[in-house]
């Protein structure tokens, strides 16, 4: 069975940083296109950034280019979403997914519809 638990949230200043963690079970991380998404009170679930682990390919939202880096780490079978310069507009809770549409990431921002097994995310809140 497929089981994604995110940690790492919690609450910083603008100009911050955090690190999220995406444990996955169930799968080894060989060939998989491994999601971030987020979704902020009132507002839809956007994609955020997405990995193929195959050839450690990325796609990054506008909104997080530059700021945000997703990497893996075998070792641990985790997916990490480092986050620098934490902006308010970053609150929200974040969740990583598996997709279920092909092992690549697509050449845009993942859409929710397309990924599975989705865990209980973690708050991230940027305020001063």
């Known amino acids: 069975q497929v089981r994604l638990v995110e940690s790492g949230g919690g609450l910083v200043q603008p100009g911050g940083s955090l690190r999220l963690s995406c444990a996955i079970s169930?799968?080894?991380?060989?060939?998989?296109?491994i999601g971030w998404f987020r979704q902020a009170p009132g507002k839809e679930r956007e994609g955020v950034s997405c990995l193929t682990t195959s050839n450690r390919n990325t796609v990054y939202a506008d909104s997080v280019k530059g700021r945000f880096t997703i990497s893996r780490d075998n070792t641990e079978n985790t997916v990490y979403l480092q986050m620098h310069n934490l902006k308010p507009e970053d609150t929200a809770v974040y969740y990583c997914a598996v997709r279920n549409t092909g092992y690549y990431c697509s050449a845009y921002t993942p859409s929710p519809d397309e990924y599975e097994g989705w865990g209980q995310g973690t708050q991230v809140t940027v305020s001063s």
């Open positions: 169930g799968l080894t991380l060989g060939n998989l296109a």
